[in-house]
T-cell receptor
Framework: AQSVTQLDSQVPVFEEAPVELRCNYS??????LFWYVQYPNQGLQLLLK??????LVKGINGFEAEFNKSQTSFHLRKPSVHISDTAEYFC??????????FGTGTRLQVFP | EAGVAQSPRYKIIEKRQSVAFWCNPI?????LYWYQQILGQGPKLLIQ????????DSQLPKDRFSAERLKGVDSTLKIQPAKLEDSAVYLC????????????FGSGTRLTVV
């Protein structure tokens, strides 16, 4: 069965600093990987996804993630964060069953 | 294209009452999902439909939750009777077919059981 682990429940960072949000997955088959962002009282918005091909995936708002099959990881990075990046970030995995399984989320708090 | 529509946006009910949520997916999307997101947690899949058939409802508490997707389009999720621990945001999502085409989420229904 698939599962997703987000090790950090909260990540505080100062504005303009780099950030990395960690995600590890478990699956016995080929997977598709996603990062979603959720702003307060809003739905989930897709940041980026890995389906196949290049392991470095670029998404919206300057975010990128790298798929590492040997370490079963899909960490999200941004070189310089803004106050507006403060939100909850969810890593998710899907396989050939079309189910999307989420991690528990990481709260990114950006301070001025 | 129009997004995934959900209603109501908010609902407050007393425990043991019943409640229903409605979802209208993106036109042409064959797959529809209902997720439960408890405060501070990630969304948990409750049920997955492919057209009007159930693909996976293993996480649906069937003693109190039910869902249907009439004619493979709109879907309703019902809770009867509600418990305090059902307080959560209920998210609906749809997909053309499979992850390659992406998933689109609605804004959710926030349920408070008092």
């Amino acid at each position: 069965a698939q599962s997703v682990t987000q090790l950090d429940s909260q990540v505080p960072v100062f504005e303009e600093a780099p950030v990395e949000l960690r995600c590890n997955y478990s699956s016995s088959v080929s997977v598709y990987l996603f990062w979603y962002v959720q702003y307060p009282n809003q739905g989930l918005q897709l940041l980026l996804k890995y389906l196949s091909g290049s392991t470095l995936v670029k998404g919206i708002n300057g975010f990128e993630a790298e798929f590492n099959k040997s370490q079963t990881s899909f960490h999200l990075r941004k070189p310089s964060v803004h106050i507006s990046d403060t939100a909850e970030y969810f890593c998710a995995v899907s396989d050939n069953t079309d189910k999307l399984i989420f991690g528990t989320g990481t709260r990114l708090q950006v301070f001025p | 294209e129009a997004g995934v529509a959900q209603s109501p946006r908010y609902k407050i009910i007393e425990k043991r009452q019943s409640v229903a949520f409605w979802c209208n997916p993106i036109s042409g999307h064959a797959t529809l999902y209902w997720y439960q997101q408890i405060l501070g947690q990630g969304p948990k899949l409750l049920i997955q439909f492919q057209n009007n058939g159930v693909v996976d409802d293993s996480q649906l508490p069937k003693d109190r939750f039910s869902a249907e997707r009439l004619k493979g389009v709109d879907s309703t999720l019902k809770i009867q009777p509600a418990k305090l621990e059902d307080s959560a945001v209920y998210l609906c999502a749809s997909s053309l077919i499979g992850p390659r085409y992406g998933y689109t989420f609605g804004s959710g229904t926030r349920l408070t059981v008092v």
